[in-house]
Structures are given as structure tokens and as C-alpha cells.
Nanobody, 124 residues
Framework: QVQLVESGGGLVQTGGSLRLSCAAS????????MGWFRQAPGKERDFVAR????????LYADAVQGRFTISRDNAKNTVYLQMNSLKPEDTAVYYC?????????????????WGQGTQVTVSS
């Protein structure tokens, strides 16, 4: 059974950068599309980015397009999220998950093996 662990979150000021990691254990994620979601206090969990199993195609939410980059290293069984030009509205807990339902790319119910999340806080 696959387990995912996010890391790399922290406190940064507006305009700063962070690189999040999602390390898988217990099984390979090589054949899964992988996604990042985020949830701020009082808000729903929102789609952030997705990468296909081979890393050939990426998809981003409009709010992060041009600022965030999702990538993966299947040899390391790890997915990454490079976050640049951070804004206070990016403050949230960031989650990594595997896409279980191919037709549900941007929707939370389409994913499983959720990690515990890592906190990202962007100060004004």
C-alpha cells in the first residue's frame, strides 16, 4: 500500500520560493498521474497541479500558472512542487495524492493515497 509524505513547507515572505517534496513508500507511483492540492483555513481543498505518470504533461490551476512547477523523479519515487513568486493567498496546507480515476484530473474525489500535508505560510 502506497504512503505519501510531503515535506519542504515553511514560512517565507511575499515573492519568495519553496520546493515541496512528496516521497512515496510501500509501492511505486510510477504508473500514477500525481497531483498537488492545497487547503487554507475555512476553504475547500483546491487543485493546484497535476503531472502525468511519465512526466510528459503538466496541468496547473489558474491561480498558480506561471509561478509553480510540478515535476517528478520516478527513480526516486518522488514528486515535487517548485513554488516561486509566492503570495499571501498561497498560504495553505499542501497535499500530494495519486490520481486513481483518470477522468477526474482536477477533482479531489479522483485522488487517493493522500499525504499528511505540509504547511506553507507566506507573510505580507
Amino acid at each position: 500500500q502506497v504512503q505519501l509524505v510531503e515535506s519542504g513547507g515553511g514560512l517565507v515572505q511575499t515573492g519568495g520560493s519553496l520546493r515541496l517534496s512528496c516521497a512515496a513508500s510501500g509501492g511505486s507511483i510510477r504508473n500514477y498521474n500525481m497531483g498537488w492540492f492545497r487547503q487554507a483555513p475555512g476553504k475547500e481543498r483546491d487543485f493546484v497541479a497535476r503531472i502525468t505518470w511519465s512526466g510528459s504533461t503538466t496541468l496547473y490551476a489558474d491561480a498558480v500558472q506561471g509561478r509553480f512547477t510540478i515535476s517528478r523523479d520516478n527513480a526516486k519515487n518522488t514528486v515535487y512542487l517548485q513554488m516561486n513568486s509566492l503570495k499571501p493567498e498561497d498560504t495553505a496546507v499542501y497535499y500530494c495524492a495519486a490520481n486513481m480515476i483518470p477522468t477526474m484530473i482536477m477533482s479531489e474525489p479522483g485522488y487517493g493515497y493522500w499525504g499528511q500535508g505540509t504547511q506553507v505560510t507566506v507573510s505580507s
